[in-house]
């Protein structure tokens, strides 16, 4: 099965200050999902990379596919208390039909 | 447009009893999807239908673990009976199809907090 291994587990910065989450898989992937998820509530889809190289961004957060298609970064700069919450990647399976969740990174923000 | 809706949205048993969870995914969505969360890790998936068919339940721990979708649009999860460790966010997640290589994003609910006392 594919594997989603996420550092740091948990991160706490001052506000304003840039920060990196990377997702690095066992097996190439072939779709990367980043999702967002406030405490005690459901995902929310934030963007999807698909070919090596590929990079996009959403207001403060950029989000890169590594070429060799193994490893993900997500960057937000100069954050703030809005972008705390638990950061997930996502991965499509081989046969595209499973789809896995990493072990997930909790920011905090402090104001 | 209507999202992924769940309920209840938090639920405390104690341990042997049942329970059971609703999901009514976003219209037109073909697939849907059972997450369990348990605190400080990521979501796993129990069991994913596509229409009212099941594509995966590998992870389903069938003893005590069931959902169905007998129409092919809302679903229940049900757990019987129910032990400590079931404590976890419960996630319903849909999207048009299958994922597949070209990519299909998944829209979640809110959830279900379970504690099992």
């Known amino acids: 099965s594919q594997e989603l291994e996420q550092s740091p587990q948990s991160l706490i910065v001052q506000e304003g200050k840039n920060l990196t989450i990377n997702c690095t898989s066992s097996k190439t992937l072939y779709g990367l999902y980043w999702y967002k998820q406030k405490y005690g509530e459901g995902l929310i889809f934030l963007m999807m990379l698909q070919k090596g190289g590929e990079e996009k961004s959403h207001e403060k957060i950029t989000a890169k596919l590594d070429e060799k298609k193994q490893q993900s970064s997500l960057h937000i700069t100069a954050s703030q208390p809005s972008h705390a919450g638990i950061y997930l990647c996502?991965?499509?399976?081989?046969?595209?039909?499973?789809?896995?969740f990493g072990t997930g990174t909790s920011l905090t923000v402090i104001p | 447009e209507a999202g992924v809706a769940q309920s209840p949205r938090y639920k405390i048993i104690e341990k042997r009893q049942s329970v059971a969870f609703w999901c009514n995914p976003i219209?037109?969505?073909?697939?849907l999807y059972w997450y369990q969360q348990i605190l400080g890790q990521g979501p796993k998936l129990l069991i994913q239908f596509q229409n009212n068919g099941v594509v995966d339940d590998s992870q389903l721990p069938k003893d005590r673990f069931s959902a169905e979708r007998l129409k092919g649009v809302d679903s229940t999860l049900k757990i019987q009976p129910a032990k400590l460790e079931d404590s976890a966010v419960y996630l319903c997640?849909?999207?048009?199809?299958?994922?597949?290589?070209?990519?299909?994003?998944?829209?979640f609910g809110s959830g279900t907090q379970l504690s099992v006392l």
């Open positions: 997640a849909s999207s048009w199809r299958s994922q597949g290589i070209g990519g299909e994003k998944l829209f």
């Open positions: 996502g991965a499509v399976s081989l046969t595209g039909n499973q789809f896995y």
């Open positions: 219209s037109g969505h073909a697939t």
